[in-house]
């Protein structure tokens, strides 16, 4: 499968973002889909994921109550809206993918999948 993701940018803190991740096909239904940041200097950590049969959401810390992550099944497209971005949130987003649903959806090492990533930086 391949991953597309799209809609980075540069906004100030306290602003709103979307980006989404277009997938060529649906090899992961039995899976998840995920979204991972990496910062500079920084190891990749995980911002959200999706159980697709199920629709469950994850969500690190980090993130929870700010960021949304929704899906278009027909498109098989995933999308993180954030809200309420902090300087630190600026990082290179990215968007995985894997076949079958792994209990530590967390973890960037049990992913299949990458897309190419997309920038966002939010400016104090």
């Known amino acids: 499968v391949q991953l597309q993701a799209s809609g980075g940018g540069f906004v100030q803190a306290g602003g709103s973002l979307r980006i989404s991740c277009a997938a060529s096909?649906?090899?992961?239904?039995?899976?998840?889909m995920g979204w991972f940041r990496q910062a500079p200097g920084k190891e990749r950590e995980f911002v959200g994921a999706i159980r697709w049969s199920s629709g469950a959401l994850r969500y690190s810390d980090s993130v929870k109550g700010r960021f949304t992550l929704s899906r278009d099944n027909a498109k098989n497209t995933i999308y993180l809206q954030m809200n309420s971005l902090k300087p630190e949130d600026t990082a290179v987003y990215y968007c995985?993918?894997?076949?079958?649903?792994?209990?530590?959806?967390?973890?960037?090492?049990?992913?299949?999948?990458w897309g190419q990533g997309t920038l966002v930086t939010v400016s104090s």
């Open positions: 995985a993918a894997r076949v079958i649903w792994h209990v530590h959806y967390y973890n960037p090492s049990n992913y299949n999948y």
């Open positions: 096909d649906r090899t992961f239904s039995s899976g998840a």
